[in-house]
DNA sequence: GTCAACAGTTGAACGTGTTCAAGAAGGGCT
DNA sequence: AGCCCTTCTTGAACACGTTCAACTGTTGAC
């Protein structure tokens, strides 16, 4: 019953559950959904805290007070604080892709495209710029499953680089057939190198960040176009089976 | 008195400190290396367990019970369970240097010489890469005096530099002058890069890395010798522009 | 010799993430 | 109704990293 008062009471701005249209102990809703209601609520609790207090400083005793359930309870939607963050992580996927669509929607130009996508990408990150670090540290473990690698990540990444198979195959840039297969993935790998420096990035509104991708754009560009250079045939063939001998375990 | 006995007592079997020579009171020893030689202590069987226990699983308790101190002398030496790996980073960086040194010094040919010293890189971490994995979570935190980007690495950076300006300097290879500048840090950034890819790496004795060396080494190669050529002056200058502008704050 | 100053050392205590045995709250049977 | 089974919930308890006020031994000045 507290849960149920408390989660009424929280004003929760995206819901994910059905209507609560709750009138009193009218128990007419589904009774499956009281759980994924519990998680959400904790979830939507714990996110908001890393957002005000950042996330080392938010315990999770904090939480579950927060939330108005115990701490035991936290633990029986999250196996730990850290699984938390893989909500966060799914939400901003997706607000990537929403940010990304207008300029995918009205641009051609490659280099506009792949440059609107990474503006895109720090504009809906900005805000947690200072809990990411934080919490970057978690996603760095190999073993985490925070990891942009690990395979619980997999869903998200794998729509991260769909992201980029949009800017690609969108645009009219004339791109090397061999080299079109692997740009995507090479665009995503680009984009967590800019988000590593992101992260690592103090100076103010993260500006050297936004003057990386001003940089770094016009450069994949030229190298894109350059790549169905006959001299550079070679290297890029290099580089195309070097991709492939790592890729196969 | 407690501590004496107690450290005497220990098998330390790595003693970096001066012949034990201690036959009653004989105060002979000088008094101001009694604390640095705690410190040593402490670092000596932090880093033992480390390696037999991995990092998580060793307590700080565990360190001081084996040691032979109080738990609270060891924060006395170590600001954190994290500083303790300082002095790993430190040791290793300088066992690179020295596995580095033969193929410095009889090589001449760039990508040979490039290639010896990211192996001997790997040879020296290689006994720490279960460990090295569970640590490098501490490193990725950007306000962490871990990061290889911190202050407080920076003399391990630039020792790190220095082996990689070594590579380039004492080549043959014939290098666009202005690359050979920045081109020390470029492949340290690599090295960096290529130490990712290691921690990451589950394939058996990291045989994948050893594949991306392998592979990236005439990469690179090939890349600098390209440098010179007329067509690819404009990208390269745009890279070096972009560099720089990177670089000032 | 006395005393003050100081580096070195101690272990109890704090707050943290996490676990777990115990219990509550229904839902579906007879 | 009574009963069992599953889902959910609880909060005390544990081990950990870390802090801190108190203590010890040594040095140097007078």
Request: aromatic content about 8%.
């Amino acid at each position: 019953m507290t849960c149920v008062t408390t989660a009424a009471a929280d004003p929760a701005d995206e819901p994910a559950a059905p209507p609560p249209a709750e009138g009193e102990g009218a128990g007419e809703k589904p009774r499956r959904a009281r759980g994924e209601q519990t998680r959400l609520l904790i979830l939507e609790t714990a996110l908001r805290l890393f957002r005000e207090r950042g996330y080392t400083e938010t315990t999770m005793r904090a939480i579950a007070k927060e939330a108005g359930v115990a701490v035991g309870n936290a633990y029986y939607y999250f196996d730990s604080k850290e699984h938390l963050i893989q909500g966060f992580y799914d939400r901003n996927q997706l607000a990537h892709r929403v940010a990304s669509e207008p300029v995918l929607a009205n641009e051609k130009d490659f280099a506009a495209r792949l440059r609107g996508v990474l503006h895109a990408g720090i504009d809906v990150n900005e805000p947690y710029h200072s809990f990411a670090a934080t919490f970057f540290k978690s996603a760095a473990e190999p073993s985490s499953p925070l990891s942009p690698f690990s395979r619980e990540s997999s869903p998200a990444r794998e729509a991260a680089i769909a992201i980029f198979r949009d800017v690609v195959e969108g645009s009219s840039a004339k791109v090397d057939p061999e080299l079109r297969k692997e740009l995507p993935e090479l665009l995503w790998l680009s984009w967590m190198g800019v988000v590593l420096f992101w992260v690592y990035d103090r100076s103010p509104d993260q500006r050297r960040t936004r003057r990386l991708i001003d940089g770094i754009v016009p450069l994949a560009d030229r190298l894109v176009g350059l790549s169905r250079l006959r001299v550079l045939r070679p290297a890029l063939r290099q580089v195309l089976a070097l991709i492939d001998t790592i890729r196969r375990d």
